[in-house]
């Protein structure tokens, strides 16, 4: 079969107890615009057990088409009946594209996926656009048009490599969580839906789930944060109770960099960047904060970022739209308490 067979931007469309993840609603908001670019339509791939509510969300976040895969094997994720479910809509519906987010559950099914149907995996993308491969013309080299141009940060954030899969398909990537971002809603929207069983039979041999544990956290997901304050190794263990009282009077939430988490004085879960989290909140305060390309990485799409730092070449001022050069132990509570006047 060639490769001109595979048609549409196929979605990943994670639920996790029959709760759709943000990611699902970003990836369909980059599909749609790759979809306009090879003239084809989007369609989410539901898998789960008794997930048909769902259809009409992913619908009014930009779902032509819903490929729904529900069956009791498929309630709580697990590896062999996922990667069963996504793999058998794959090779029956042949899609040009197929995006995965990067989760805990998307980085685990998106390489067993592409392993089962025999391409290839672009993990952890950041930016993935349609355009021709190799990028400039060679000699002697076919240059293919209309191509998934998949880009991702390498070598440790020190480069960025653009990947493209040429002569399979589908083209798969997997999608940095925060990256992307979803269209508004279409109210009233609907979307065609396909029911489509793979077949589970009862002598599948699967992992079977014992006990669920959730873990219990009152940490806020700063990725859901509308304005962050984030510190460096600049502020100091101490200080951080500082750039607290700044957030509470903003009605924001306290992030951090990897020196901090590698410290011990945040836990992980605040760190920002490349082995942190992507955040694009209204505002971005980085405190203390140098600017390391892998923070930069997980930051800059923020709207406003406003940088305080004593060292005034300090890289975090390259991507600031404002800046401030000082001590943070005087500025910080005096932005504080002008704040709190207001
Ligand atoms: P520093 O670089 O030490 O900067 C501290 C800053 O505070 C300085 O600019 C200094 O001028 C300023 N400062 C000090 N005192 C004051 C004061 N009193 N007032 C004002 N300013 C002050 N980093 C991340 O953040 N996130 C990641 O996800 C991440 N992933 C990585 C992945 C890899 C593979 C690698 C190799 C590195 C990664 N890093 C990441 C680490 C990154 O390279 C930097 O080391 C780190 O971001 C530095 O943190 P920092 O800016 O807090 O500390």
């Not at 990943?12 to 749609?32: H, P, R, T, Y």
């Not at 197929?98 to 980085?107: E, P």
């Not at 990725?223 to 951080?240: P, Q, T, Y």
């Not at 011990?264 to 203390?288: C, E, H, M, S």
């Amino acid at each position: 079969m060639g490769l001109e067979e595979y048609k549409g931007v196929f979605v990943f469309a994670q639920q996790v107890d029959n709760e759709l993840s943000g990611i699902a609603f970003e990836l369909l908001g980059k599909a749609k615009d790759l979809a306009k670019d090879l003239d084809t339509d989007v369609t989410a791939v539901l898998v789960g057990s008794d997930v048909k509510g769902l259809v009409d969300d992913l619908a009014k976040y930009g779902a032509d088409k819903v490929i729904v895969v529900d069956d009791p094997e498929l309630k709580d994720y697990r590896t062999e009946p996922y990667t069963h479910a996504l793999a058998s809509v794959i090779n029956e519906y042949k899609p040009e594209i197929m995006l995965v987010g990067a989760t805990a559950i998307g980085r685990d099914l998106g390489p067993r996926v592409s392993a089962r149907v025999a391409t290839g995996l672009t993990a952890d993308c950041t930016v993935l656009e349609i355009g021709d491969f190799p990028l400039n013309p060679i000699p002697g080299k076919e240059q293919k048009h209309n191509q998934l141009l998949m880009t991702r940060p390498a070598f440790g954030g020190n480069t960025i490599a653009t990947i493209a899969c040429p002569d399979n398909r589908p083209q798969m990537a997997t999608v940095r969580p925060g990256v992307m971002q979803k269209i508004d809603p279409i109210e009233g929207a609907k979307a065609e839906v396909i029911e489509f069983n793979p077949g589970f039979t009862p002598n599948d041999k699967y992992v079977e789930i014992l006990d669920v544990v959730k873990s219990v956290s009152d940490v806020v997901d700063i990725m859901d944060a509308k304005i962050l304050v984030s510190g460096g190794r600049g502020v100091g263990e101490e200080g951080f109770a500082m750039l607290r009282e700044l957030a509470d009077v903003l009605g924001g939430e306290v992030s951090c960099s990897r020196a901090v988490v590698d410290n011990g004085w945040q836990p992980k879960d605040l760190q920002v960047g490349q082995t942190g989290k992507t955040v694009r909140p209204n505002v971005y305060f980085a405190i203390g904060i140098s600017g390391a390309i892998q923070h930069v990485a997980g930051m800059e799409e923020s709207d406003i970022i406003i940088a305080i730092n004593k060292d005034e070449t300090a890289p975090i001022f390259d991507v600031a739209d404002y800046g401030i050069v000082g001590d943070l132990n005087k500025i910080v509570p005096a932005l504080t308490e002008k704040l709190k006047a207001v």
